[in-house]
C-alpha cells in the first residue's frame, strides 16, 4: 500500500481543513477511504453512516499517488481519530506554502504530515506531524461502503444555511427536537412544539427537486434531534453552490451539499419519536 499526496493551493489547502474540523466536532473516530480518484471521509451514526464526505483529490492535490491493497481492490481504509488531524492542520493558517500527506510506518502506521511555512529570516521552515491510524483489513470494508441513498418523499433546496443557522440556534434552547416539512409547492418549514409553546418558520418559493406520486398534496415532514441538525450548519463554512433537504416521511432526513464538482457531502438523521 502507498498514499502520498500535495497541495500548494491556498483555498484547497483552507477547504480541507476547514472539512476535517467540522468532521472532528461531529466525531471522536472517523474512516477515511482513499481511492485514485477521491477522499471519503465517514462518520457512522448509531446503525448507518451518519456522514458521508467526498472530495475530487483533482481539485485538492496537486500531486496525488496510491496504491490499494491489490490492483482489483485499489483502495485503502483508514481509521483515526480526526482531532488529532485538525491539529496538524491548524500549522496550515500560518502562511503555509504546501503541505504533504503521506502514509507511513512508524512502530505503527500512521498519516504524516510535512508542512512548508514561510519564514522571514530563512527561505522556508518545516512542521512534521504524525498522526496514528488503523489500517482497516478487507474483511471489514463492507462496514465502512458509500451509504445507499433511498428514494426520498420529498427533494427541496434549501435556504441559505446563515439564515437557517440563527432560526435554529434559537429553536434549539426551547426545544430538543426539530420538525422539518416541504411540500409541492416549495414551502420549507422548521418547527418545535413545547408545552407552552409553538414555534414555526416558513420558506416559501423554493425549488422542488422530486416529490412521490403520494405526497404530491400534502406536506411530507420528520422529526429530528436538532442539535445534529445544527451541528450540519457548521458547513456554511465552505460556501457551498447548493444544499438539498431530502426528506422520507417519518423515518429520515439527508441534507445533501455539493460545492462545484468536488465536494459532496451526504449528513443523515434519522427520524425519532415525537
Known amino acids: 500500500m502507498k498514499f502520498r499526496c500535495r497541495m500548494i493551493d491556498v483555498s484547497a489547502m483552507k477547504d480541507f481543513t476547514n472539512i476535517v474540523n467540522i468532521v472532528s466536532r461531529i466525531t471522536k473516530q472517523c474512516t477515511l477511504r482513499i481511492t485514485p480518484n477521491e477522499l471519503c471521509f465517514s462518520v457512522g451514526g448509531d446503525r448507518a453512516s451518519m456522514v458521508w464526505a467526498e472530495l475530487s483529490q483533482i481539485h485538492f492535490f496537486t500531486e496525488y499517488t496510491m496504491n490499494g491493497v491489490t490492483e482489483e481492490q485499489n483502495e485503502i481504509y483508514l481509521e483515526f481519530d480526526p482531532s488529532m488531524l485538525a491539529r496538524s492542520l491548524g500549522s496550515l493558517r500560518m502562511t503555509a506554502k504546501s503541505v504533504k500527506i503521506k502514509l507511513t510506518n512508524k512502530r505503527q502506521p500512521c498519516l504524516t504530515l510535512e508542512i512548508e511555512l514561510a519564514s522571514l529570516s530563512i527561505e522556508s521552515r518545516q512542521c512534521l506531524h504524525d498522526v496514528p491510524v488503523r489500517v482497516i483489513p478487507r474483511r471489514e470494508w463492507a462496514e465502512h461502503q458509500a451509504p445507499v441513498i433511498p428514494q426520498f418523499d420529498i427533494s427541496v433546496d434549501m435556504p441559505q444555511l446563515k439564515h437557517v443557522r440563527h432560526i435554529v440556534e434559537r429553536m434549539k434552547n426551547m426545544s430538543p427536537q426539530l420538525i422539518l416539512s416541504a411540500d409541492n409547492t416549495g414551502?420549507?418549514?422548521?418547527?418545535?412544539?413545547?408545552?407552552?409553546?409553538?414555534?414555526?418558520?416558513?420558506?416559501?418559493?423554493?425549488?422542488?427537486?422530486?416529490?412521490?406520486?403520494?405526497?404530491?398534496?400534502?406536506?411530507?415532514?420528520?422529526?429530528?434531534?436538532?442539535?445534529?441538525?445544527?451541528?450540519?450548519?457548521?458547513?456554511?463554512?465552505?460556501?457551498?453552490?447548493?444544499?438539498?433537504?431530502?426528506?422520507?416521511?417519518?423515518?429520515?432526513?439527508?441534507?445533501?451539499l455539493h460545492l462545484a464538482d468536488y465536494l459532496k457531502i451526504h449528513y443523515f438523521l434519522p427520524s425519532i419519536a415525537a
Not at 194 to 220: G, I, M, P, Y
Request: glycine fraction near 2%.
Open 187 to 256: 414551502t420549507f418549514v422548521l418547527k418545535i412544539d413545547t408545552d407552552n409553546a409553538t414555534v414555526s418558520t416558513h420558506f416559501r418559493d423554493l425549488q422542488v427537486w422530486s416529490c412521490s406520486e403520494q405526497n404530491r398534496e400534502d406536506k411530507v415532514s420528520a422529526t429530528i434531534d436538532i442539535k445534529k441538525f445544527f451541528m450540519f450548519m457548521a458547513w456554511d463554512v465552505v460556501h457551498p453552490d447548493g444544499v438539498k433537504c431530502n426528506i422520507l416521511q417519518d423515518r429520515m432526513v439527508n441534507l445533501f
